[in-house]
Nanobody
Framework: VQLVESGGGSVEAGGSLRLSCAVS????????LGWFRQAPGKEREGVAL???????YYTDSVKGRFTISQDNTGDTVDLQMTNLKPEDTAMHYC???????????????WGQGTQVTVS
């Protein structure tokens, strides 16, 4: 499994960014795919998950602002982020877990990360 993120950058508060994760796996719908983030000095936290191409989960702080989606082929998982806040500033990572879809599940596969900075 290979995961490659893109789309990070710097934006002012209230702005939007779209992150993309290119997923290289034979059967993407068998995996729970998600976005996690880690800010300096803080623990990594789960942001959004998608399972089976349609079931989605969000951490409370991003509900109503972020949307996770997966294309029909399963090759790309996007995170549309709107109304960004300075507290969203973090390195964002794409991750994959085979089976259980939960923020607390074991994620064996990770991308290299993409930085999101909100000022």
């Amino acid at each position: 499994v290979q995961l490659v993120e893109s789309g990070g950058g710097s934006v002012e508060a209230g702005g939007s960014l779209r992150l993309s994760c290119a997923v290289s796996v034979s059967s993407a719908n068998d995996y729970c795919l998600g976005w996690f983030r880690q800010a300096p000095g803080k623990e990594r936290e789960g942001v959004a998950l998608i399972n089976g191409g349609s079931r989605t989960y969000y951490t409370d702080s991003v509900k109503g602002r972020f949307t996770i989606s997966q294309d029909n082929t399963g090759d790309t998982v996007d995170l549309q982020m709107t109304n960004l806040k300075p507290e969203d500033t973090a390195m964002h990572y794409c991750a994959a877990s085979y089976g259980l879809c939960s923020f607390n599940a074991r994620y064996d596969y990770w991308g290299q990360g993409t930085q999101v900075t909100v000022s």
